[in-house]
């Protein structure tokens, strides 16, 4: 027996919803709504209207370019939806994608494709040289690592990236900076820009520095460094969300516009 109670008084003439009745109306009113709801949620969440969306990111690359306007496109975009914002460094983010802690990551030096992993190419960047402003090799004209031999530098411990370490020591020989002098290890970017702002030395850095250098600092062209970082959207394979897939569609479709407004300025 489901009921007990009555749902319904008996009159002279027709019936009346009893206390019980009236209850159980308005609680099957309020299940119906949330069914409807929930109904509604989960497709909205199958058509990448809706849900959660992790996404890691490296900072030195954000400031500028389609790093950032990704985002704010899918802000745009989809406002039902959760963006999770994740700033990790390059190695941290691959591993967070491999376990299912992250969809997808912009990092440097993306891996090679493999059977769990896809990838998008977004840019490509060159390492420059963060100075201080009244430095001597501000005032080089076409500045090459031959030039930088008396040079103090803040440089990035090995473990950090050992091939891109290695790749840098190997530029820095073959272009004439046999054994930079290095004073001071810094984890990352920013602190090796505090530090030359300090005064303590140079140290390479992304181009892209110069959206977010401190005052005091300059970021020169190395003429002769020819080390580039690319930098690539990064998820697996079995990665079935529909946010994501929206995600990446829309990362392509700014850099295919991108190189488009590209190809038009050089035809001006």
């Known amino acids: 027996v489901l009921f007990r109670s009555k749902l319904f008084d008996r009159l002279s003439r027709g019936v009346k919803l009893s206390a019980a009745g009236r209850l159980f109306l308005e609680e099957a009113r309020r299940l119906l709504h949330q069914l409807n709801e929930a109904t509604d949620r989960a497709q909205r969440v199958a058509r990448g209207q809706?849900?959660?969306?992790?996404?890691?990111?490296?900072?030195?690359?954000?400031?500028?370019?389609?790093?950032?306007?990704?985002?704010?496109?899918?802000?745009?975009?989809?406002?039902?939806?959760?963006?999770?914002?994740?700033?990790?460094?390059?190695?941290?983010?691959?591993?967070?994608?491999?376990?299912?802690?992250?969809?997808?990551?912009?990092?440097?030096?993306?891996?090679?494709?493999?059977?769990?992993?896809?990838q998008l190419l977004v840019?490509?960047?060159?390492?420059?040289?963060?100075?201080?402003?009244?430095?001597?090799?501000?005032?080089?004209?076409?500045?090459r690592l031959r030039?930088?031999?008396?040079?103090?530098?803040?440089?990035?411990?090995?473990?950090?990236?050992a091939a891109f370490y290695d790749r840098l020591m190997y530029e820095c020989f073959r272009g004439g900076l046999k054994s930079p002098r290095i004073v001071q290890e810094a984890l990352n970017e920013a602190t090796i820009l505090?530090?030359?702002?300090?005064?303590?030395?140079?140290?390479?850095?992304?181009?892209?520095?110069?959206?977010?250098?401190?005052?005091?600092?300059a970021i020169l062209k190395v003429t002769d460094l020819k080390l580039s970082l690319p930098l690539a959207l990064v998820w697996r394979k079995d990665n079935l969300s529909p946010l994501l897939a929206k995600f990446v569609a829309d990362v392509g479709s700014l850099l295919k516009r991108k190189a488009e407004r590209e190809i038009g300025r050089a035809h001006v």
């Open 194 to 217: 505090t530090l030359v702002a300090q005064g303590m030395g140079v140290g390479f850095v992304i181009e892209t520095a110069q959206w977010r250098c401190p005052e005091g600092v």
């Open 123 to 143: 840019a490509v960047h060159r390492l420059a040289l963060a100075a201080p402003a009244a430095h001597p090799l501000g005032k080089v004209k076409n500045l």
């Open 147 to 161: 030039d930088m031999t008396d040079a103090r530098f803040i440089w990035f411990p090995r473990r950090e990236s």
């Open 50 to 118: 809706s849900g959660t969306l992790r996404v890691g990111f490296t900072e030195n690359v954000s400031w500028r370019g389609v790093v950032p306007d990704s985002l704010r496109l899918f802000r745009d975009r989809y406002s039902d939806a959760e963006l999770q914002l994740n700033p990790l460094p390059s190695l941290q983010q691959l591993d967070a994608v491999r376990a299912g802690r992250l969809d997808a990551g912009f990092m440097l030096n993306p891996p090679k494709p493999d059977r769990e992993l896809d």
